[in-house]
C-alpha cells in the first residue's frame, strides 16, 4: 500500500508564492515517476505537472507553464511543487500522485496512468 501524504497549500494573493510537498511511503519512491493534478469547483480534476524517477524530465500544463516548478528528493521520499506568480485561476485543490508502472521509460499525463492520489491541498488566490 502507499500513501502520500500533502501539505504546504493555503490562502496567497495573487502574484504570490507557495510550496506544496508530497511525501511517500510504502513504495520504492525513486522507482515510480510522480504527478500533480487540480481540481476546481465543477470542474475536471487536470494535469498540472509530472516528474521523471530521477527527476530531469518534467512536463507542465501550458496553463502553468513558466510559474510552477517540479522537483523531487528521492532520499527524503519527497516531491515538491513551487508555484510562482499565482493567479486567482489557479485556485483548486491540488492532488499528487504515483505512477501506476515503476521503471516507466518517460512521464504521462493522463489521470489513468496514476493509481495512488494524495489527500489533495486546497490552495486558494484571492485577487
Known amino acids: 500500500q502507499v500513501q502520500l501524504v500533502e501539505s504546504g497549500g493555503g490562502l496567497v494573493q495573487a502574484g504570490g508564492s507557495l510550496r506544496l510537498s508530497c511525501a511517500a511511503s510504502?513504495?520504492?519512491?525513486?522507482?515510480?515517476?510522480m504527478g500533480w493534478f487540480r481540481q476546481a469547483p465543477g470542474k475536471e480534476r487536470e494535469f498540472v505537472s509530472a516528474?521523471?524517477?530521477?527527476?530531469?524530465?518534467?512536463s507542465y500544463a501550458d496553463s502553468v507553464k513558466g510559474r510552477f516548478t517540479a522537483s523531487r528528493d528521492n532520499a527524503k521520499n519527497t516531491v515538491y511543487l513551487q508555484m510562482n506568480s499565482l493567479k486567482p485561476e489557479d485556485t483548486a485543490v491540488y492532488y499528487c500522485?504515483?505512477?501506476?508502472?515503476?521503471?516507466?521509460?518517460?512521464?504521462?499525463?493522463?489521470?489513468?496512468?496514476?493509481?495512488?492520489w494524495g489527500q489533495g491541498n486546497q490552495v486558494t488566490v484571492s485577487s
Open positions: 516528474i521523471s524517477r530521477s527527476g530531469i524530465s518534467t
Open positions: 510504502g513504495r520504492t519512491f525513486s522507482s515510480y515517476a
Open positions: 500522485a504515483a505512477d501506476r508502472i515503476p521503471f516507466r521509460i518517460g512521464i504521462v499525463t493522463r489521470r489513468d496512468e496514476y493509481d495512488y
